[in-house]
């Protein structure tokens, strides 16, 4: 994950609670690792439409992670 040129977000599924972000989340986002840990994805509000969130999280759901 830290070595990944891919902007990586690992957070808990019941409550958004994140846990851990690569270097590439925090170059893309604009959001210290240190701010983005403990937080949920949507008060950092990285879901610009909510409909979209709730969407990939039926799909996490039903076909897993």
């Keep these: 994950v830290s070595q990944s040129r891919y902007a990586?977000?690992?957070s808990r599924l019941p409550n958004g609670e994140i846990v851990?972000?690569?270097k590439?989340?925090?170059r893309l986002a604009w959001i210290p690792r240190e701010k983005?840990?403990?937080m949920s994805?949507?008060?950092l509000n990285?879901?610009?439409y909510q409909e979209d969130r709730l969407k990939f999280l039926d799909i996490l759901k039903e076909k897993g992670s």
Excluded: H, M, P, R
Aim: aromatic share 12%.
């Design 46 to 48: 990285l879901w610009k």
């Design 41 to 43: 994805t949507l008060s």
């Design 36 to 38: 983005a840990i403990g």
């Design 20 to 22: 851990n972000v690569n």
């Design 8 to 10: 990586i977000l690992i």
């Design 24 to 26: 590439a989340f925090e």
